[in-house]
């Protein structure tokens, strides 16, 4: 089944609405509006990524990744995993496409540019606390990660997805509810995808008191520190095996969460 907005993804707005299906009409878009075309939206990201997309470009020319691997993309909290490829060293081929900032609206505007084009056998997006520090509400994350999956899923039918919750950092923490809202539709959309799959690092980053873990987060209280990553290492492991396994009929991979 295709990752394209569709009735399901409706229903699971109003399912999941903290006031967002109020706050924005729900917009469906066909199949065929959603693969990256020059409009206006994917110029203005271009000319505001100029930077780190010129950076992708000159590390491809100078050491062009292998096909058939693991990438990560997405915001800051990839852009700062600088250890990444050696967590994750059971994969021959890591390759880190995070640009601090970033959010899933940008993702998935690059998802050709930035994913397809390295012809990965698995994709993982970490992205949407940035759109909801902007205004966006979880319906608009959610609608900016199925666009991201559709157009990935349609370049690459077998490659595998994957979305990291939305993370719970101490200085959005007047966003939790919203946090909740986005995870709780994206996962429930993944479930109706092939090959794809939630990863829940929200709930380890929350304490017995409700609130977000403050010792995972560097002073400003809103990116990782080592202890952060190690917790973000030891989850979302169980879920980059390797090529072999990946083999697997995706059924058998699901988790339940």
Known sequence: ???????????????????AAAQ????????????????????????RWQGSLAAFANADRENPP???GVLFVGSSTIRFWKHLAQDFRQS????????????????????????????????????????????????????????????????????????????????????????????AMIAAYIHTMTNADYIDTFTPMIGEDGRPRAELFLGDRLHMNEAGYRLWQSVIGAHVAAPAVLAVPAAALRPNP
């Open 1 to 19: 089944m295709k990752a394209a907005v569709s009735l399901p993804v409706l229903c699971l707005a109003l399912a999941f609405g903290t006031g």
């Open 24 to 47: 924005t009409e729900p917009r469906l878009v066909p199949p065929a509006a959603l693969a990256v075309a020059p409009s206006p939206e994917y110029q203005a990201a271009m000319a």
């Open 66 to 68: 292998a096909t058939d």
């Open 92 to 183: 021959p081929v890591v390759i880190n496409r995070g640009f601090g900032g970033s959010t899933m609206a940008d993702c998935s505007l690059f998802a050709r540019d930035l994913v397809v084009r390295y012809k990965p056998r698995h994709v993982l997006v970490y992205a949407g606390d940035n759109d909801l520090a902007e205004g966006r509400t979880p319906m608009q994350v959610m609608e900016s990660f199925a666009r991201f999956a559709n157009t990935v899923r349609e370049a690459l039918p077998g490659a595998r997805i994957s979305y990291i919750s939305v993370k719970p950092s101490p200085s959005r923490e007047a966003l939790l509810p919203q946090i909740r809202s986005t995870n």
